[in-house]
T-cell receptor, first 113, second 116 residues
Framework: AQSVTQLDSHVSVSEGTPVLLRCNYS??????LFWYVQHPNKGLQLLLK??????LVKGINGFEAEFKKSETSFHLTKPSAHMSDAAEYFC???????????FGAGTTVTVRA | NAGVTQTPKFQVLKTGQSMTLQCAQD?????MYWYRQDPGMGLRLIYY???????DKGEVPNGYNVSRLNKREFSLRLESAAPSQTSVYFC???????????????FGQGTRLTVV
């Protein structure tokens, strides 16, 4: 079975400053890893995904994440936060043990003007 | 291209009432999922269907039943609703077993259920 731990429940940043959202995973197989974003009262949108190709993954809206197998981490970053980045972010893992998607508890991002 | 369609979007039930949440996908995906979302707990898997004709329990299956009617449709039933089932419910689909993992899951827009 696989699992995900998001290390921060809330992150607050000023507009224009970097954003870092931390995610650690556990998987017995080579995992696929995803970051999803959910804006208030909306559904989930894929930001980016890691699927055993390049370890540095670029996604939409300037986000990127780096897969580090030795640290079992998949942290999400953005160099410069925008007000529209205020949302909840979920790290998700899937692997070939059962193809289920396991979600982290989520990180809520607030952006200060 | 509709993707994953859930109905209804909102529902209020009285304790003890039953209802079925409907979900359909048009992407020919093998796997379908039902999740519930509660504040501070992320999305928790209720039930999962790896392929047509199979279903498996997730983390929080108590009080729910599911039916994988065909490859497109996966419904979630609450037989006797309880206030603890007040939540936002999401259906999702993915290519799943027999395919590469290199494709993400697609989610419906959610059903906001309140049990009073």
């Amino acid at each position: 079975a696989q699992s995900v731990t998001q290390l921060d429940s809330h992150v607050s940043v000023s507009e224009g400053t970097p954003v870092l959202l931390r995610c650690n995973y556990s998987s017995s197989y080579s995992p696929s890893l995803f970051w999803y974003v959910q804006h208030p009262n909306k559904g989930l949108q894929l930001l980016l995904k890691y699927t055993s190709a390049a370890t540095l993954v670029k996604g939409i809206n300037g986000f990127e994440a780096e897969f580090k197998k030795s640290e079992t981490s998949f942290h999400l970053t953005k160099p410069s936060a925008h007000m529209s980045d205020a949302a909840e972010y979920f790290c998700v893992v899937s692997d070939r043990s059962d193809y289920k998607l396991s979600f982290g508890a989520g990180t809520t991002v607030t952006v200060r003007a | 291209n509709a993707g994953v369609t859930q109905t209804p979007k909102f529902q209020v039930l009285k304790t003890g009432q039953s209802m079925t949440l409907q979900c359909a996908q048009d992407m020919n995906h093998n796997s379908m999922y039902w999740y519930r979302q509660d504040p501070g707990m992320g999305l928790r898997l209720i039930y999962y269907s790896a392929s047509e004709g199979t279903t498996d329990k997730g983390e929080v299956p108590n009080g729910y039943n599911v039916s994988r009617l065909n490859k497109r449709e996966f419904s979630l039933r609450l037989e006797s609703a309880a206030p603890s089932q007040t939540s936002v419910y999401f259906c999702a689909s993915s290519p799943g077993q027999g395919s590469s993992l290199d494709t993400e899951a697609f989610f419906g827009q959610g059903t906001r259920l309140t049990v009073v």
